[in-house]
């Protein structure tokens, strides 16, 4: 066997980019008899009752369905024991189990390993020999490596061996709740600032390689020019105009191949070039020349795109609604489409608390997240997004998709019942009353938040309106747009968040270098706090937005330091004396920050004479005290809110927050979670935030039960040790309340 990794990232690749599942499981059992030199390769797959049935075998005979009961053999000893078993002589052993049909009896070494997925084993990867011999450590070991790398592309390949069944079923994470049905629309440009470095194994091949994408591009690029004609704007042509030039110049092809020579795989040589340029635009006075930096950037991600195969997203002559579909759905693929064309949103990677699923929720949209990569889709496939239940259905059945419809029917009919309760009050059954605001980022959200009874605005996430655009927005901009929802809640409080990049919200052209661990890296305040100049602007452009009005708070998010929360305050003083120079009226707003590092609870006393609020970011805060990445697929099962650690922390949250007098609000998803929003009441929380298309289901909750019972709930939950029992405990309440029968019922009624 030969290089092993490199043998095994080909057949993990070869396998993520097959059309179809058929496709897929017979790469996987040729490709691995392949490399180990076996006679046989099958692979098993669990079902239901965790019998294995045989998707596919190189070598081994299979017409009909072929299943081993649990536990049998040596495959069901592999999935029971979850080690690999490796014998010279598999009919010699106890554990051996004839399957006559297969004609197995010619192959006589046995090697199986387990297909584990979140602590599962879902199937059993097996190869046989015709010689009596062990299978190597080397093989064993490729195989483990192999079947680690594959068990989240096989578990979504069906286990009915109906491969070719019409409705194909792909489990993801829940992104956002609801159901869209639509036509596939794909965004599979890939950002150009993400592509790791690797080794280029043929440095003639890929210079040459290069030089034909070069020609490619700028063949493309005519084409383009040429397909817009006379009604191209000047300043459309000057852009192309642009990467014209760019792509003859010397100095460009050159650099891209010298750094293939240094050994660079083609796509990390070209955004080393590109990131190069990028820097010395950057640093130049001229705006003009500084503007320019942007069309290198774009220009690097149309070639790193075009290597790839991949074209943005194009919705021009798209009739209907949507699904934006790919490895991640920008904020800016979502700003492509008409709000009333999209209809649903799949991510092949990402989790239910990855920007994209936090903005669908926002907007209402159905989303399903780390589906894994689906690659046998293309534009205008049939497609269906259950966000309830976090699974996606490609090319539905008549019958599937009218079942889904009338599901649709449903939940329009749920939400026109609830929103009957706009204008009355978050009050418990014993008179308590709660304060209930939206959380917002783009303009397009005002109108549901107003419209849900909103009041307030819990979070306006400032980085959406930076994260839609080309180039930073000028401060007379986002005084345009700041204002617009000042006014929208005038007399209403508005939070406002300073600009929260980083992490996994990144600005197209303000690229931050690779960071090894970007959640704990150069984010929020201390990007801010770095690039000051950035946020003077912002900062004065929130006060002239709110001049003459008395409705802005200024949030800071990941402050976890006096030395940032006083920086800032100097910061805000000296915007003020400045617009007070200006001669613009203004008036001071209120600061707070977000609690959402768990360094920032113990500061709360100390930190109480520079605040006049404290909002709870359980978003961050959950990802931070858990030490689990809220957007990775692989451990998303494993993140709750209502984990024991985070609650308690809340509740000590809360309760300094009472002690120092400071008024608290929580605008994570937490806010928009019955089961949390019980345990939060019992706390004594007083203001929740959340997305407009939640709020009113929460604001039924609140009216159904009372402080009393959550009070009581939260100390029993308080005492138990996990967030199952946490989840099973309040769902008995919810049940008694009769809270999760009124929406079962709701949606049963819109069916008789
Ligand atoms: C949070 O962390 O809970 C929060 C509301 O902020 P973000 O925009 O990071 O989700
Ligand atoms: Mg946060």
Known sequence: MNNTILQLTRIVQQVALADSPATQVSLIVDSISDVIQADVCSLYRANEQQDMVLLASHGLKHKNVVTIPYAKGLVGLVAKSRHPVNVKDAAAHDHYYYLPQTQEEKFVSFCGVPLVLFGKVIGVLVVQSRVAELFSKESEGFLVALASQLALIVSNIPVDAKIEDQNDRHRGVKGAPGIGIGKVRLCLSGELNSVPDAQCDDIETSVSQWLQLLDAVKLDIQSEQSALGREMPDSVSAIFDAYGMLLDDQELIEKVSYEIRQGHWLPYALKMTIQHYVEIFHAMDDPYFRARAEDIAHLGNKLYNAWRGTKGVDVNHVDGPIILTGVQVSVSDMASVPVNQLAGIVCYEGSSLSHTAVLANAMGIPAVMGTGTLKSLVNGDELIVDGNEGQIILYPSDMVANEFKKLVQKEKSLKKQLSLLKDLPAQTTDGHVLELFTNTGLLADITPGLKSGAEGVGLYRTEIPFMVRDSFPSEDEQVQVYERVLQAYEHKPVYMRTLDIGGDKQLPYFPIHHEENPALGWRGIRFTLDNIQLLMTQVRAMIRAASGQDNLNILLPMVISTGELTTFLELLDDALSQLTEEGVSVSRPRVGVMVEVPAAISQIPLWAKYIDFISIGSNDLSQYLLALDRNNSRVAERYDHVHPAVLHEVNRIVRLAREHNLPLSLCGEMAADPVAVILLMGMGIQRLSM??????????????????????????????????????????????????????????????
């Open 691 to 752: 997305s407009a298309a939640k709020l009113p289901k929460i604001k039924y909750l609140i009216r159904s039960i009372s402080l009393t019972q959550c009070k009581q709930i939260l100390q029993q939950a308080l005492c138990l040790e996990s967030s199952e029992a946490i989840r099973a405990r309040v769902n008995d309440c919810l049940e008694q309340t009769g809270f999760n029968q009124y929406m079962k019922n709701q949606q049963n009624n819109q069916e008789s």
